[in-house]
């Protein structure tokens, strides 16, 4: 099966900092890559869609000066969160797009959980 | 807009008790129809993918089929292991996008 991994898995930080979630597709390349933020026994929320070498497309709602992404690489993407408040402390999850038969597939990341005290 | 309700809420099985997940949808143009699970912490987890009416797919206790209208996730004599969320997502357009439902959580009991 396809494998994407996060870093970190979990992450504390005071509120005003930036922090950074790497998410890479580590057996295959992925031209896209989505990010989506996870509240306690809640679905997934699609925030954005990380395309390689191109500007990431926000959902509506999503501030895009506060979270930063880049997908320099075929199997890296980044989200930055930047001057993180208490309010931002979710589990945030990547997946990666795979090619596979009729359609495309969407594979998760393992997530990563941010605090912000 | 793509619409995705997934029923019951939580379902709460004694071990060996089959029974089915629904999921219920409205899309223009469906892509694929997906089915993932997810457990406390963690990224969900791929288990099928569903293209067009009539199709099934199974993986070990799990069978999953779909309707023009809905599918379903049947899981047979399932295990405590199995206690997980189900997510069901559909893909309408061209561009990847998933639209999810609110997932079942199913508790299966010893």
């Known amino acids: 099966g396809a494998v994407v991994s996060q870093h970190p898995s979990w992450v504390i930080c005071k509120s005003g900092t930036s922090v950074k979630i790497e998410c890479r597709s580590l057996?295959?390349?992925?031209?896209?890559m989505f990010w989506y933020r996870q509240f306690p026994k809640q679905s997934l929320m699609l925030m954005a869609t990380?395309?390689?070498?191109?500007?990431?497309?926000?959902e509506q709602g999503v501030e895009k000066d506060k979270f930063l992404i880049n997908h320099a690489s075929l199997t890296l993407s980044t989200l930055t969160v930047t001057s993180a408040h208490p309010e931002d402390s979710s589990f945030y999850i990547c997946?990666?797009?795979?090619?596979?038969?009729?359609?495309?597939?969407?594979?998760f990341g393992p997530g990563t959980r941010l605090t912000v005290l | 807009e793509d619409q995705v309700t997934q029923s019951p809420e939580a379902l709460r099985l004694q071990e060996g008790e089959s029974s089915s997940l629904n999921c219920s949808y409205t899309?223009?143009?469906?892509?694929?129809l997906f089915w993932y699970r997810q457990d406390p912490g963690k990224g969900p987890e791929f288990l099928f993918t569903?293209?067009?009416a009539g199709e099934e797919k199974e993986k070990e206790r799990l069978k999953a089929t779909l309707t023009k209208k809905e599918s379903f996730l049947h899981i047979t004599a399932p295990k405590p292991e199995d206690s997980a969320t189900y997510l069901c997502a559909v893909e309408g357009g061209s561009n990847y996008k998933l639209t999810f439902g609110k997932g079942t959580l199913l508790t299966v009991n010893p």
């Open positions: 997946s990666a797009v795979r090619p596979t038969g009729l359609t495309d597939t969407q594979y």
């Open positions: 569903l293209y067009s």
């Open positions: 899309v223009s143009g469906l892509r694929g």
């Open positions: 057996d295959f390349q992925a031209t896209t």
């Open positions: 990380s395309n390689e070498g191109s500007k990431a497309t926000y």
